[in-house]
């Protein structure tokens, strides 16, 4: 009998570099509270992302997807571009 298999981990951000070939940089920005006063507090996570047709470029908005290690920093890949930039 096989195991079904887990959801993929996603999030959504924001391309803040794409100097590389194949590999775009996404910027994803959340809230947390603080766990002690319990202020609002506003993280942010760079991500390296697999693209494989460079369609990405610097202030796109994006879905990425988290997938097996593609290189020493790189475990997730562009799934789309939810909106271009101006």
Not at 14 to 37: C, F, G, W
Not at 38 to 54: E, G, L, M
Not at 63 to 83: A, D, G, N, Q, Y
Request: hydrophobic share 35%; glycine share 4%.
């Amino acid at each position: 009998m096989e195991k079904p298999r887990g959801v993929r981990k996603t999030r959504v951000g924001v391309v803040v570099s794409d100097k590389m070939d194949k590999t775009v940089v996404v910027e994803v920005k959340r809230l947390v509270a603080h766990p002690l006063y319990h202020k609002i507090i506003r993280r942010r996570k760079k991500f390296k992302a697999h693209d494989p047709q460079n369609t990405c470029r610097v202030g796109d908005k994006v879905l990425i997807e988290e997938t097996r290690p593609l290189s020493r920093e790189k475990r997730w890949r562009v799934k789309e571009i939810l909106e271009r930039a101006q």
